[in-house]
């Protein structure tokens, strides 16, 4: 007879190798991983997913074809029964500001990957910027995976920057293995990592015409009411959410889509808006795919897709107190009918995928001027959860939350074995327990600065174990030791 184990037995010890905080890097003999809730981004269903030694999917089963393995198969396969909890896909999260180095002091790739571990995301994709340098050139990319190798406990891909003049580092940027390029179309906030005028879009879209990469935009447009100085018409109490908000409208975004959208029809590039906050982007777009796929475009969507972010969908302008600069983004969280707007868009699948846009950084930058605190959002340890808060209220099953959290980031970045619970696939899983809840305290947070909007917020469903590539990384709340991630880059390019 196999070894039948349930979840808290091997936590024990029953992988060789197990210290008292973790299991060393290593391959794994096969397994089996069950539940009475296996969801994929379509089904949920009694069963399990086989895995190989090689930490691959080799199957996903019905409880039917479980039991005639289980009669017939291999007596050292090893089983882990994880009863009712759900047995998903690891989450990935493609807009991830990991800031290291130059920044570290912000975020580093320790302490955003284990944050990311215990909080079910097997794969994150770093931005191009707030690190010093930005991964603008492919030297600079070389510099930042020197940075993150063995450093990190979850896989990271990475993203180019599109700034104005660098289209001659996309080819050998593309051949290292990075996701695509961001630019920006408003100041960055960073000045090395400088926004494109509209003279420079031009140069980008036709250095990239064709290529099996994203081009992903920061859109909001270069705007003279955009301000940190208190002597104009919005400014009238720095300290109040609504004077940021007066200076980011929603027609920012919108010129920006618009502008973008003469590119779309002009070249053969897959454009992604990241972190919509308007709703009126998406039908802007929605205009543009479908012009796009009557010509016969076969890109995935069209090659036209759009992200938002929790802090969109979980919050809403009129709640944010005066002062309370950790809701500080850009674009900005907007009112509550934009709100419910989003979750329309949710709902009719008008989105492609839901992204944290982890944006740490350290408290002195905050503070409670609203014009000239830093703006970003952190909570790639806390996705998983405030997705499900909102759509659980909502009467929306977990396929959805794979649906967003895993399939639609991987596929936008071509993650080809990340994200699916299908054979092939890496075996990036976790068991998540959909009816628990907890509260958001600084003890339990695993990213660096311990600032969040969601602080003493209860949220419902926890990540109870995240596996990667089979292996145990992260059981409630805790990380093991030895960072088992890998750098999804090309090693001949960026180690040679």
Not at 46 to 64: A, K, P, Q, Y
Not at 89 to 106: C, F, I, L, Q
Not at 378 to 386: M, Y
Request: charged share 20%; with cysteine.
């Amino acid at each position: 007879m196999r070894p039948l184990y349930n979840l808290p037995t091997l936590l024990l010890g029953l992988f060789v190798g197990v210290s008292c905080r973790g299991i060393t890097t290593r391959e794994v003999g096969r397994q089996l991983f069950l539940s009475r809730r296996v969801v994929t981004e379509a089904a949920e269903f009694d069963g399990g997913v086989l895995v190989g030694s090689n930490g691959v999917i080799e199957s996903v089963l019905t409880r039917e074809s479980i039991d005639a393995l289980l009669r017939n198969g291999d007596s050292s396969l090893q089983v882990f029964d994880g009863g009712n909890l759900a047995l998903m896909a690891g989450a990935v999260d493609s807009h991830v500001h990991v800031n290291e180095p130059g920044r570290t002091s912000w975020e580093g790739f320790v302490t955003a990957t284990r944050a990311a571990a215990v909080g079910g995301f097997t794969t994150i994709v770093d931005m191009p910027l707030n690190s010093i340098p930005p991964t603008t050139t492919l030297e600079n990319l070389k510099i930042k995976a020197a940075a993150a190798k063995e450093e990190v406990f979850v896989d990271v891909a990475f993203w180019g920057g599109a700034v104005p003049g660098n289209e001659k580092e996309y080819p050998r940027m593309i051949e290292a293995g990075v996701v695509g390029f961001k630019g920006y179309l408003i100041d960055s906030g960073v000045p090395e990592f400088p926004h494109l005028e509209v003279e420079d879009i031009g140069p980008v879209f036709s250095a990239l015409d064709g290529a099996a990469v994203v081009l992903a935009f920061h859109a909001e447009l270069n705007d003279s009411r955009i301000t940190t100085d208190c002597d104009n018409e919005y400014c009238t109490d720095p300290y109040l959410y609504n004077t940021y908000l007066a200076t980011r409208p929603e027609a920012l975004e919108l010129d920006a889509v618009s502008l973008l959208v003469e590119y779309i029809e002009a070249y053969d590039v897959h454009v992604h808006i990241v972190h919509v906050s308007a709703e009126g982007v998406i039908p802007i777009l929605e205009e543009a795919r479908q012009k796009r796929l009557m010509k016969g475009n076969s890109r995935w969507r069209g090659g036209v897709t759009a992200e938002t972010c929790h802090h969109y969908l979980t919050l809403s302008s009129e709640q944010i107190p005066p002062g309370h600069t950790e809701y500080k983004c850009s674009p900005p969280i907007r009112n509550i009918t934009n709100k419910e707007k989003l979750w329309q868009y949710i709902e009719e699948r008008r989105f492609d995928l839901i992204t944290s846009d982890h944006s740490p950084s350290v408290a002195s930058l905050k503070g409670p001027n609203f014009l000239t605190a830093w703006g970003g959002v952190s909570s790639v340890q806390f996705g998983v959860s405030l997705f499900w808060t909102e759509a659980k209220a909502r009467g929306y099953s977990l396929s959805t939350l794979s649906h967003f959290l895993s399939a639609g980031p991987a596929k936008l970045t071509g993650l080809q074995r990340k994200g699916f619970l299908r054979p092939g696939y890496d075996a990036d899983l976790i068991y998540f327990d959909p009816d628990a809840s907890f509260v958001v305290t600084p003890e339990i947070i695993m990213y660096k600065n311990k600032i969040s909007p969601y602080m003493n917020r209860v949220l419902q469903g926890q990540v109870v174990y995240t596996f990667l590539r089979g292996q145990l990384v992260a059981s409630s709340g805790e990380v093991f030791e030895g960072p088992l991630g890998e750098l999804l880059l090309s090693p001949a390019v960026l180690f040679n």
